[in-house]
């Protein structure tokens, strides 16, 4: 007969990982809207609604723009006071991010970042750290030159309205395994690799993190992000990238330029808890020297409405394992290569697999020879709509665009701001190609080292399994499968 022992050995040896099975097999996000096209409608009726506030209400003024988002607190004149006011704007899936929303104001004094241990009182590290509520705001106009990662903590709002904030150097913006943090009105450029080191992501924990992969914004395991009005171009990896089981997200009003691999949605093909992820694209701006992933999206549903597509190398939208895309009222201007003027890309698959994924584009101005494939059930009742509130025709780009991007900076169709200099850059084909997996340790994160986390490979899942079989065996044999049993309820 067994010893009890032996039972508790074996649960203490194998309980690791029975917490990365459960988050294999779940499939749904706390947060994630159960029905998505019912935020498809809200961000049309809010549209329309701005739309026609200009049309019958600006008598001349040129604050009106039919924008939700800028008209919403745009028009205020006294909108520096109200500055919270901002939280109320939002539009998409991650509408409901408060920010700092309800807290002080921090006012960032000093654009240094010489200690990411005990950071200085008055930088935006000792701001971004803190546990409470803050709205985030600058005396004046700075260049940040982060050191290392700057690791954002929840309900924090970063507030650049008023003055020139630039970010680079080390990292940047980490947002990880936190909720409700507003992005709003920064440059973000030259973001390059950091790490291994101690850094503190809390006032009272300090911890060891890996070398980063350099992207502009990286969001993990977080919820209710909005990032708006910002400028991002020449980053070592993505300019804005979303995985692990990140959703409510809204990205707007951004002006993009000169990057390769701009944005990734979701972790690689094997994580299923990305099917819960779920984010809005609208009114951005993609400028010139972009080459491909304006986004590229695993699983998931995607919102890219009213956006203006100037140009790419390789392709605008891509995607694999049957994320649903809906494409409503941008404006794409394809390439004059021959061989690019497909918008859309289905990354490792034959159109055998991906003739069922639901890619749908309704109102869409294609220009220069620009076209987009569509596949799966784009005309049944996945995508009924109410007949008030049809997508914004691509012909309103121009106007719900004309702010794209950090206020008053020149810009045009064709993208005339660089902050960076230099060639294009952010991955490569070697590094983290669309025919390539990341190569991320899974147990990093668990363990707090600070890497990058993936899905079990399937050999990893088929030992598990054998496992699980070779125990029930013998334990049914030795004690009825009593320990099989304790084991399964708590893998399921």
Partial sequence: MHHPLIHILLFCLFSPLLFVIKATLNLSLPYQHPNPEDVVHEV?????????????????????????????????????????????????FGRYALGGKGGQYYIVTDSSDNDVVNPTPGTLRHAVLQTEPLWIVFASSMLIKLKHELIINSYKTIDGRGVNVDITGGGCITIQYVTN???????????????????????????????????????????NIWIDHCSLSHCTDGLIDAILGSTAITISNNYFTY??????????????????????????????????????????????????????????????????????????????DPNAKEVTKRVDANEKKWVGWNWRTEGDLMENGAFFVPSGQSLNEMYAKATSVDPKSAFLVDQLTMNAGVFGEPRNDVGSVSFGGGPITGGGESRNSDNNHDDDNYFGMMFGSGATTKSPPPTTIFLLSLFLLVLYVNSTTINGGGLFTLLSVLIL
């Fill in 181 to 223: 943090v507003i992005i709003h009105n920064v440059r973000i450029y030259n973001c390059k690799p950091s790490g291994n080191t101690m850094i503190r992501s809390s006032p009272t924990h300090v911890g060891r993190r890996g070398l980063s992969d350099g992207d502009g914004v990286s969001i993990s395991g977080s919820r």
């Fill in 44 to 92: 049309h009726r809010k549209i329309n609604t701005s739309i026609y506030r200009r049309q019958t209400l600006d008598m001349g003024s040129s604050c009106l723009t039919g924008n939700p988002i800028d008209d919403c607190w745009k028009c205020d004149p006294n909108w520096n006071i109200n500055r919270q006011q901002l939280a109320d704007c939002g539009i998409g």
């Fill in 259 to 336: 990057h390769n691999e701009v944005m990734l949605m979701g972790h690689d093909d094997a994580y299923l808890p990305d099917k819960g992820m779920q984010v809005t694209f609208a009114f951005n701006h993609y400028g010139k020297g972009l080459v491909q992933r304006m986004p590229r999206c695993r699983h998931g549903y995607f919102h890219v409405v009213n956006n203006d597509f100037t140009g790419w190398k390789m392709y605008a939208i891509g995607g694999s394992a049957n994320p649903t895309i809906n494409s409503q009222g941008n404006r794409y201007i394809a390439p004059t």
